[in-house]
């Protein structure tokens, strides 16, 4: 039987993967995509963790469960009386799988479009330049490809104290298809995911209860941001327990009990329902990386160089799989720039520049390092804070919670980092990446025209702050 020889065969079609594919058709290789997800429809789809349970389908939670939050609180400041607010959680998770339909659906036309072809099924590498793919229909085929890209993606870890039932006890893509409110939600883990999903139920009116292991409130992100984020959120209702150790969780009646341990001892909770979200793991298992001579590292991620290569000649790897942050956004910008680079362009991604986005409510976005991180590295600095309650239109929008917090390296002015826990903070974060990524000062970003009223009108304060020259504080 003839083999099938691709120019690039990438495995996975999540994100990463789908990017990469694309781009390597554009620049004229013969691409082929192996993806083996099953939708909730029953059908082959592509868009991995990502669209099918990731960023796309808790957006569009996030948004009904905000919508119904501030038709039900939010609306009484602004004059307006609305009568009784219900919420049907079927409809809503309905609208969100509709949502997750179109958009992996679109990513089919995409490939179409490109001249990607998806094989649909599961990739093993069985040797040099081989792939077997063992098809969702049953049939095997071994395709050949000069060039494979591994973007097989994370799965959430496991916490071998909780076990997952799939019904009361489950996991974030789990947490995306309750039909209805729990009354008491449990969630361990109060990282991205536990913050966001414990926000759209805490909205809808479930009583959410994090239990976090670690006795620091969201340590990757600011200082200052976190102290704030957990004012907010507790000051909304979420209970965070930190340095809660669980040590087991079983199935109890109707709900789920919890025992864990902190600083007051052990301890036991009860729920209707318990969501584990306590990080994610690269999915690298009966992918046949012996077969190529790859080894993971201690935590199961693949090496790989600056270009993305492994070990292996011709084998690459991008996105969750590799070390360094789980985003989707990361995981495309590694697609685009190995793509370019087989295809003998550059090759680079500035790792330095990412933004990272947790979208409770108000927002939390950063991009470049912390205070603590710049202290810990001995850079000297200079900090420009802005509050949004000296913002016009962050006060007309009844949204006036939060900061924004600008730091500068002290000498060349240089922007080494941007803060903000605020209204459409996902939004206002674009303007610091492009600085960062041009080098830009304080100074420029202070002498910068900002239109008026808009909140982007913060950062441009929080700049000027940094020179001791804001006007509104
Ligand atoms: P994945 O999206 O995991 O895709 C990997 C794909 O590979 C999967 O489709 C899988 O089926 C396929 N695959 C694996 N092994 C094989 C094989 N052997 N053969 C064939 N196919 C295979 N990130 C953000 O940037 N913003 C967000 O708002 C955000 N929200 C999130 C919300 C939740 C609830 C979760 C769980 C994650 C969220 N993320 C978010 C993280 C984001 O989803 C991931 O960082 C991103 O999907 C990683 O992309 P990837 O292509 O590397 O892997
Ligand atoms: P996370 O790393 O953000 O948070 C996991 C939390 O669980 C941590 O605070 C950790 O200390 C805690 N934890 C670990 N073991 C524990 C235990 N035994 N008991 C109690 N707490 C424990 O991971 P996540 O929330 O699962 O999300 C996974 C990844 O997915 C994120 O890191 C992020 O990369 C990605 N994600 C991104 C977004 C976004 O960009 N908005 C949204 C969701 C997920």
Redesign the pocket.
């Known amino acids: 039987m003839a083999v099938d020889r691709y120019d690039v065969l990438v495995i996975g079609g999540g994100p990463g993967g789908y990017v990469a594919a694309i781009r390597a058709a554009q620049l004229g290789l013969k691409t082929a995509c192996v993806e083996r997800w099953i939708g909730k429809d029953g059908q082959p789809a592509l868009g991995g963790t990502c669209l099918n349970v990731?960023?796309i389908p808790?957006k569009a939670l996030l948004e009904s469960s905000e919508q119904y939050h501030r038709a039900r609180h939010g609306l009484a400041a602004h004059g307006i009386t609305v009568g009784e607010v219900a919420i049907d959680p079927a409809a809503m998770v309905a609208r969100k799988d509709g949502i997750v339909r179109q958009f992996t659906g679109g990513i089919g036309g995409l490939f179409r479009k490109n001249g990607v072809t998806w094989l649909k099924g599961s990739g093993r590498l069985v040797g040099e330049g081989k792939v077997e793919v063992a098809g969702t229909d049953g049939a095997a085929q071994t395709v050949s490809a000069e060039h494979i890209i591994i973007a097989t993606g994370s799965r959430?870890?496991p916490?071998l104290v909780a076990p997952l039932d799939g019904v009361r006890i489950v996991d974030?893509a789990g947490a995306l298809d309750f039909t209805d409110v729990p009354a008491r939600l449990g969630i361990?883990?109060?990282?991205?995911?536990?913050l966001?999903l414990g926000s759209v139920w805490a909205r809808l009116g479930s009583a959410v209860t994090l239990?976090?292991?670690?006795p620091e409130f969201l340590p990757v992100a600011d200082r200052a941001i976190a102290a704030l984020a957990h004012k907010e959120l507790t000051g909304q209702g979420l209970q965070i327990r930190l340095g809660?150790?669980?040590t087991a969780a079983a199935l109890a009646g109707d709900g789920v009990t919890v025992d864990f341990e902190d600083a007051k001892g052990a301890q036991q909770a009860a729920f209707d329902r318990l969501i584990v979200?306590?990080?994610?793991q690269p999915v690298t298992d009966r992918l046949g990386l012996d077969a190529v001579g790859i080894a993971p590292d201690e935590r199961g991620f693949i090496p790989v160089d600056g270009q993305f290569r492994t070990s292996a000649a011709g084998v690459y790897a991008i996105g969750d799989v590799v070390r360094g942050?789980?985003?989707?956004h990361r995981a495309s910008e590694d697609g685009i720039a190995v793509a370019e680079g087989i295809a003998g362009q550059h090759c680079h991604v500035d790792y330095g520049t990412i933004p990272?986005?947790?979208?409770t409510w108000p927002e939390i976005a950063w991009v470049g390092r912390t205070e603590q991180a710049l202290k810990a590295e001995g850079v000297p600095y200079t900090v420009g804070t802005f509050p949004f309650q000296a913002n016009g239109r962050a006060r007309a929008m009844e949204a006036a919670q939060g900061q924004v917090k600008l730091l500068a390296h002290a000498e060349t002015d240089r922007v080494l980092g941007v803060h903000i826990i605020g209204p459409h903070a996902s939004e206002l974060i674009a303007e610091a990446v492009v600085a960062m990524e041009f080098c830009a000062s304080a100074e420029d970003l202070a002498r910068i025209v900002h239109a008026h009223p808009t909140l982007s009108e913060a950062l441009h304060e929080a700049a000027l702050a940094a020179h001791k020259r804001a006007i509104h504080i």
């Open positions: 990731g960023c808790s959430p870890t916490l974030s361990i883990g109060a990282g991205v995911i536990g966001e239990l976090e292991a670690m809660a150790r669980v979200a306590v990080g994610r942050p789980m985003l989707a990272w986005i947790i979208y």
